[in-house]
């Protein structure tokens, strides 16, 4: 499904049982294991929508009853890239989804004063050029830490059309920064918050994503 007023953004179904999952992991009351729970379970939601964007070729079986199935197979290689830290918390899901799956780790952190966002450090796989890349952090909010991510992509080749950003929750601010960025990057969210407030945080949104997960 594609959202509308957004180009090159793919908005998940939203269902009860996904404005369910997210009524969880916003409520403040949340303790921190059904927090990871229930967020993997959104994140695995993004990591399957993801996978319905890649690009598949002819390709038929045949069945245990003597007959073909004409189906389709992957066309390419793929891999996952985490902003570090939050980002960290989808890799899992999508290890769930593609076995063995190679990883590659930016770590970029905002400011906390001014959410200036800063790059540290990066790893990633020698041959990410040829691949199709998830790039995994669960806030998009000013755009600014997906966009440092995007660029050292490109920077070791990738093609900006190969890079899917999965994102657990972004607002119309954050997208616009980022595709006047990166415009051929496609986004797959669940869920379009109304804005940020003055802190630079999702509104109504969730909080810290990484403290959530990871610490408090
Ligand atoms: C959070 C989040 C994104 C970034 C989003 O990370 O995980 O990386 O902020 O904000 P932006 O779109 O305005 O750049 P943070 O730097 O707080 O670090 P963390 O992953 O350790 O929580
Ligand atoms: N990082 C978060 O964890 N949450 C926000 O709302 C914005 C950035
Ligand atoms: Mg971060």
Not at 16 to 22: A, D, I, K
Not at 68 to 81: A, L, M, Q
Not at 130 to 150: C, K, N, Q
Not at 154 to 183: Q, S, T, W
């Amino acid at each position: 499904m594609s959202s509308e007023p957004f180009k090159n953004v793919c908005l998940l179904p939203q269902t009860n049982q996904l404005t369910g999952l997210y009524t969880i992991i916003r409520d403040k009351n949340t303790v921190r294991s059904d927090f990871v729970f229930y967020s993997d379970r959104i994140i695995r939601l993004l990591v399957e929508e993801g996978l319905n964007h890649l690009p598949v070729i002819p390709k038929t079986v045949a069945t245990h009853t003597g007959e073909d199935f004409s189906g389709v197979g992957f066309k390419g290689k793929i891999c996952g890239v985490s902003i570090v830290r939050a980002g960290e918390s989808m890799e899992q899901g999508l290890r769930d989804c593609c076995r063995s799956v190679r990883i590659g780790k930016i770590l970029i952190q905002r400011d906390e004063e001014t959410a200036i966002p800063k790059l540290f450090y990066e790893k990633l796989p020698d041959d990410i050029s040829e691949r199709y890349v998830f790039l995994l952090d669960p806030m998009l909010a000013t755009g600014g830490s997906a966009i440092i991510a995007t660029d050292v992509l490109i920077k070791r080749g990738v093609k900006p059309e190969r890079i899917f950003f999965l994102n657990l929750i972004c607002c119309k601010e954050g997208i616009d920064n980022y595709h006047r960025a990166h415009p051929d990057v496609k986004i797959v969210t669940g869920c379009i918050d109304k804005g940020l407030n003055e802190q630079k945080y999702l509104v109504p949104g969730l909080g810290d994503f990484g403290d959530r997960y990871y610490c408090i």
